[in-house]
């Protein structure tokens, strides 16, 4: 993994220094989304317009991404429909968000949901409303169609992900001990998901390493073992395996079932068909473009201002990144230990195929600073694919995040599309021929970091407990983000509100203010 | 002098059987029957003949000038005949017309050689001795040409090289004669530019004879391709070996003219003839309209829907005299409604019922095609089929590719749907199987429409016995998020391929 990340620092520079644009077509796009300048005003406190109008609700939510709306959906399916949610952008999906071009529905961040088994009892009570499982049985059309994963290693392209071709024997017994190691701790259940639900006292010690020094602990040196851990932290977490919690990188391998048994759902939107199902319910109570910059208590409730708007409620579900709370909220001490990883994500809009393309789902190269790309149209029961869009994911995993942060900002868009251009030419040279659009997403705080001690953190503990009326809900209390996480603590938040007071009258007014 | 003069002569006689044998070997191939193609090309050919040398009597002046074009032009038309039959057969209409008018034209122009170079050396020998010689010469370069032509040419140079070879040589003699007859000639040098312009040409033929027609210098014991196309979807190949015409979709055969009755009797009647009052017809692929030409047996269909992915394949059918031919016009039928659309998406955005369905892809060489094989697909199909409604599914063979076939079947099960499974045997592809399937019990036909070739009611219930080299395997049902029956299919054609 060294090589690759010095690779990063040489080929990323050279990528945005060199910038050649011999015989390019006209490439177009721009950068998409962009959310800082709201995000600055924040934190950098900035002056808003005095309340003009007063609006009051029982509940409501802050931030509009999976947490958001899964509380919105279990407080509407419980026939509770007193309140509002209020997104800072202009639609709704947080990390789930997705697009939609001429050619296909395309995914800018999260893109798929491994199956969930059955300790996840809300993701499984959702899927089953949305018609993706029946009677046990997960719908195949959402699950991910064969051929799934490969891996550009070696001069070509192997199935599957984790390297298993150009192995020595050691490296294989260190794939096979991992997996001994690995098989281990899922017997255990402490790993589990939600991860709530296993978090014990005995698996403390494994959040006070690091993941890589965990691994070598255990006498795995492997590079290609190495590489492969480090890719799964970096995809997962936007993170590299030696700043990740070594509890962090064992969960992802052992909290889930063995991987051939339930399979991946995603949609050629990526998890933006959870958002527009979601969204499908609970749209009425959604307001977009309505920024919270001050969170405060008012008697036993809160006052939420947005805008010129005060709303007045009982209770708050914030559901937005927690990293936020100390910028909103009085009396929030500032959150160190959350820690986000900087992302960039790219569609591409592809004239036709590279001719070496003979495109799986998703697509990884050993050698790639980046993640890879994953096909638009792979979801599509169509047999002949003309044109398609590639989702090009990079975690700025390597550096300090607050640098790779200041380069998201700097570089303009010609620069990243370079350097993006660049990356899939090492498997793709034709790749220029093919594109004729480059969409990027620039995400300063995309995913929570499970760095050493996150788990574990006191704060991030007392946080994520349900008390009182501002009840946290993101998935970076989890400390990492994934969909499950987020859709438990959302739907856990709206279960606490109707619980602790479903009989009050406060919550059951006979009108909506709608 | 005399031992040149009757070399000329043997030459020319061996040129002139060769553009003869090209014609008529030409004309067997493209159009097949070769008895037929061969006694009118030789029939049109002695005509023409017969129509050279009575017209030689009225050339009065110049005969060797006039020799010397004949040879030159005969060296030009002969050596481009074959080139030129090829693109015709490829590219124009009215094939049969161009052929025997070059026939005629060749014909006419061999009939003025002799005549004329009998008077032009009738000065030189007894009249007795020149007919002899001529004659003698002229036979023995028959005789040359027609051993050379089967033994060399054609298995070494193909059809178009080989005319172009002996249009050069055509074309030598006639410089050769420019010496030859230098006293009698006054227009030497025009005579010689024009020989080596054609020399030239014909040499240029030659070298780019593949691309002229790639299908004609092929080894001709090889089935000659008269059509090949790529399309947007596929390659589309048609080739012909006398009588039997082959379709190939991107190198896989889809069918040989002289068996797919067997295949198309098989594939619709046992399903159709035991749907009570069908009405209404699905056809998924099945462009080349032969599927659709069994359905139109039946009276009482009033509608049939084609889905094929690719127009052009579909035009191809309904258009090319060949294919129209074979598959009598099935998809220009008014019963018959033609769709250019990708099957697994039109059906989830059709809401129409059928009682009856076709299956009929390519088989499952790649994730894309295997799409068109799993649970999610049949059921997405079953949901089109009316109370009494069948299904039939091309599976490949139960015997090269047993796994698959079987996988086949039992996605079709997991499907919510009872299986029938059967198998023929069809000579061009060996044993092949179908699988009948339907929400209802099904039994085997009582009656079978009139005319069919190959099967009978009495023969159906064998169809769906299995001997024990290719009876039922456990296999798992194949799923859009686990294709197994791509890899099967890959594996069960790697172990007989090597």
């Not at chain 1, 991404?65 to 509002?84: E, H, P, T």
């Amino acid at each position: 993994m060294k090589v690759s990340r010095r690779r990063f620092a040489k080929t990323g520079s050279a990528a945005l220094v060199g910038l050649s644009f011999k015989g390019e077509r006209t490439m177009a796009g721009s950068f998409v989304n962009d959310s800082f300048d709201s995000g600055h005003r924040l934190r950098d406190r900035a002056a808003f317009s005095p309340v003009q109008r007063v609006e009051t609700f029982p509940v409501v939510i802050v931030g509009g991404g999976i947490a958001g709306l899964s509380a919105a959906w279990q407080l509407n399916r419980r026939g509770f429909k007193d309140f509002v949610l209020l997104e800072m952008e202009r639609e709704a999906g947080g990390n789930a968000r997705s697009g939609e071009n001429e050619v296909t529905k395309y995914p800018w961040a999260a893109h798929y949901v491994p199956a969930p088994g059955p300790g996840a009892t809300y993701a499984r009570e959702l899927f089953e409303e949305l018609g993706a499982l029946r009677n046990g049985r997960w719908d195949e059309r959402y699950l991910c169609f064969t051929p799934q994963e490969r891996l550009f290693l070696h001069g070509r392209w192997q199935e599957g992900v984790e390297p298993a071709t150009g192995l020595s024997t050691a490296d294989h017994d260190q794939f096979r001990k991992l997996d001994d190691l690995l098989a281990g701790f899922r017997a255990r259940g402490q790993f589990t998901i939600p991860m709530e639900r296993g978090l014990g006292t005995d698996a403390a010690g494994l959040d006070r390493i690091s993941f890589s020094a965990w691994l070598r602990a255990q006498g795995l040196d492997s590079r290609p073992l190495h590489w492969y851990m480090n890719y799964c932290c970096r995809d997962d977490y936007g993170a590299l395996a030696s700043q990740t919690s070594a509890w962090a990188g064992i969960h992802y391998f052992a909290s889930r079932e063995h991987e051939d048994d339930g399979g991946t759902l995603t949609w050629p939107e990526g998890n933006g068909w959870i958002v527009r199902q979601l969204l499908q319910r609970v749209a009425p109570f959604v307001r977009t473009d309505r920024m919270v910059h001050r969170i405060a208590q008012r008697g036993r409730g809160y006052s939420v201002l947005s805008g010129t708007t005060e709303y007045q409620c009982e209770f708050v579900i914030f559901a937005a990144p927690t990293f936020l709370a100390p910028y909103l909220v009085e009396g929030i001490p500032p959150l160190p230990s959350f820690e986000y990883s900087p992302w960039l994500t790219a569609n591409l809009t592809m004239e036709r195929l590279p001719a070496s393309a003979d495109v799986t789902w998703d697509n990884v190269v050993m050698e790639s600073p980046a993640l890879g790309y994953v096909d638009a149209m792979h979801q599509s029961v169509r047999t002949h694919i003309g044109r398609t869009v590639w989702t090009f994911y990079w975690a700025l995993a390597d550096g300090s995040a607050a640098q790779n942060r200041q380069l998201l900002l700097d570089q303009d868009w010609r620069s990243w599309k370079e350097a993006i251009l660049r990356d899939l030419e090492r498997v793709h040279p034709d790749i220029r021929a093919c594109v004729s659009r480059v969409d990027i997403m620039r995400m300063g705080h995309a995913m929570a970091r499970p760095t050493v001690g996150a788990i574990y953190d006191p704060a991030r503990r007392r946080m994520a407990a349900l008390q009182g009326r501002l009840l946290f809900a993101n998935s970076d209390l989890s400390g990492f983000s994934i969909f499950e996480e987020a859709q438990y603590r959302g739907v856990r938040a709206a279960e606490h509100v109707l619980g602790v007071v479903g009989g009050s009258a406060v919550l059951r007014r006979p009108t909506g203010l709608r | 002098m005399d031992i040149l003069l009757f070399v000329s002569v043997l030459l020319i006689a061996a040129c002139g059987l060769i553009y003869e044998l090209v014609a008529g070997t030409l004309a067997s191939y493209l159009l097949g029957d070769s008895v037929l193609q061969f006694s009118t090309i030789i029939g049109c050919y002695l005509f023409a003949m017969g129509i050279g040398s009575a017209m030689s009597r009225y050339i009065d002046r110049g005969l060797a000038y006039r020799f010397v074009w004949i040879e030159l032009v005969l060296g030009v038309v002969g050596g481009f005949s074959s080139a030129g039959l090829f693109l015709a057969f490829a590219y124009a209409r009215g094939f049969e017309l161009i052929l025997y008018a070059t026939v005629l034209l060749i014909g006419v122009l061999v009939g003025l050689e002799i005549p004329l170079l009998m008077r032009i050396v009738r000065d030189r020998y007894d009249f007795r001795d020149a007919v002899a010689h001529v004659l003698t010469f002229d036979y023995l370069g028959a005789l040359a040409a027609s051993l050379l032509f089967p033994i060399l040419l054609v298995p070494y140079l193909g059809l178009v090289r080989s005319a172009m070879l002996f249009g050069m040589i055509n074309v030598a003699v006639a410089l050769w004669s420019t010496f030859l007859f230098a006293g009698e000639l006054p227009g030497r040098r025009g005579l010689r530019a024009g020989c080596a312009v054609a020399l030239c040409a014909l040499g240029v033929g030659m070298a780019e004879a593949n691309r002229i027609a790639y299908a004609a210098d092929e080894n001709i014991y090889a089935d000659e391709i008269i059509l090949s196309r790529d399309t947007a979807y596929q390659h589309i190949v048609l080739t012909r070996f006398k009588d039997d015409l082959r379709l190939f979709l991107s190198s896989h055969l889809q069918f040989s003219s002289r068996d797919e009755y067997r295949y198309h009797e098989a594939l619709v009647h046992p399903g159709l003839s035991a749907v009570p009052a069908p009405r209404r017809v699905l056809v998924l692929g099945g462009g080349d309209g032969l599927a659709v030409r069994e359905i139109l047996k039946y009276p009482q269909i009033e509608s049939i829907t084609l889905v094929d992915l690719d127009p052009e394949m579909t035009h191809l059918f309904s258009t090319h005299p060949m294919l129209t031919t074979l598959n009598k016009g099935s998809l220009q039928s008014p019963r018959v409604h033609v769709t250019n659309a990708d099957a697994f998406p039109w059906i989830d955005d059709n809401q129409e019922s059928f009682d009856f369905i076709v299956i009929d892809f390519p088989d499952p060489t790649n994730y894309s095609l295997g799409k068109l094989y799993t649970t999610a697909f049949y059921r997405a199909v079953a949901r089109h089929l009316s109370a009494q409604g069948v299904i039939v599914v091309q599976s490949t063979s139960p015997m090269f590719a047993r796994d698959s076939f079987w996988c086949i079947a039992e996605t079709l099960k997991q499907s919510g749907l009872r299986t029938y499974p059967y198998h023929l045997y069809v000579p061009s592809f060996g044993e092949w199987g179908f699988v009948i399937a339907s929400t209802r019990d099904y039994t085997a036909p009582t009656t079978l429409p009139a005319g069919l070739s190959f099967l009978n009611v009495a023969g159906l219930p064998a169809l769906f016995q299995f001997p024990p080299d290719m009876a039922a395997v456990p296999m798992p049902a194949n799923r859009l998020n686990d294709q197994v029956l791509v890899r099967a299919y890959y594996r069960d054609w790697k172990d007989i391929s090597h």
